[in-house]
């Protein structure tokens, strides 16, 4: 009778430890990127084009995956925290808050916010044409 106790409370120890570190793993899982839409204008005296601007807000941890800008012309202004913009075949850079960079048309990139406690929130404008998408996914 005793090994079959031991078996129980061995199998309960291990349940509550696997429950404990699922919950940890899930807390420590990155949420959804938020973007709010602020304006989509046709550019005046730039037939064909549109200037879209957004804010994006990157939960601890979130990232946006591979990506282009169809023959757009983006520019980015930090306004909180940081984001690691990684641009396929250059080095990485960090953003801080008050940092500005532009990302020239169909350039392959993607932002990470690499905290693991603070968001990070981003204001950019896109010049693009309005027959192309905003955004298209790519691989590096």
Known sequence: MMPTKALVTGLVVAAVVGVALLIERQAEAPGEVKTEQLLVSELAGEPGKEVNIQVYTFPPGASVPWHIHPDAHEFDYQLDGSILLQTDG???????????????????????????????????????????????????
Do not use: C
Request: glycine content about 4%; hydrophobic content about 35%.
């Open 90 to 140: 250059q080095a990485s850079k960090v953003l801080k808050r008050g940092d500005a960079v532009y990302v020239a048309p169909n350039v392959v990139h993607r932002g990470v916010n690499v905290s693991r406690t603070q968001s990070a929130k981003i204001f950019v404008v896109r010049v693009k044409p309005k027959d192309k998408p905003l955004t298209s996914e790519v691989q590096p």
